[in-house]
């Protein structure tokens, strides 16, 4: 099978884009856009891995300079290549991912990868196989995903608390207006019966 993941530039020319691809996932079939323009596959900061993620749209020419651009912007937003190694690649030790994977565990940071893994082939009748990426990258996005869960987690309990912050405030904004209800009502009992006040206030 030949491998896709070297293979990143891809131009959809005069291709309907609306006609699509079909690929495959350890059994599973989808379909997929098919690609244009100069394209990778990423792993963004929530752990989604990001297929034929364009960097150069088909209307630029994919320049080295282009190129080089575009992946640094793409490290600079958090996203980490798919079909890389980050251990081989010293990308583990960019100031962008060095807390991250300070909690990859010791026995697996020490599995060194001997090439960076084929992530995208072609199998029979053109479909497209896709293949789990290096153990690194593996971990990446599962602590990627877990930490977005509890992202989600924590941002559906503030609702609750906001809710009772919002009650505390009601209630004493209630018995602030009773005390100054009551004010009121002995300054108009003064007023429209001053013996009866005067006699109270004696």
Known sequence: MAS??????????????????????????????????????????????????????????????????????????????????????GIRFDDKFRDEFADMPVELEAKKCESDPTTRTRGARGVIECHDACPHVEWLIAYRKNKAAEARLAKRSEPTNLNEQTIAAQQAALEEQKVTNARLLEIVSSLTNPKAAKKTQE
Not at 28 to 54: C, F, H, I
Not at 55 to 75: G, I
């Open 4 to 89: 896709l993941s070297k293979q990143k530039i891809h131009d959809a020319g005069k291709r309907d884009p609306l006609v699509t691809r079909t690929i495959s996932y350890k059994g599973k079939r989808a379909q997929e856009k098919w690609p244009s323009g100069y394209t990778e596959s990423y792993v963004d900061p929530s752990g989604n891995v990001m297929n034929n993620l364009q960097l150069v749209p088909p209307s630029v020419p994919a320049t080295r300079d282009a190129v080089t651009r575009a992946k640094a912007q793409k490290l600079h937003d958090g996203f980490v290549p798919h079909a890389q190694c980050p251990m081989r690649n």
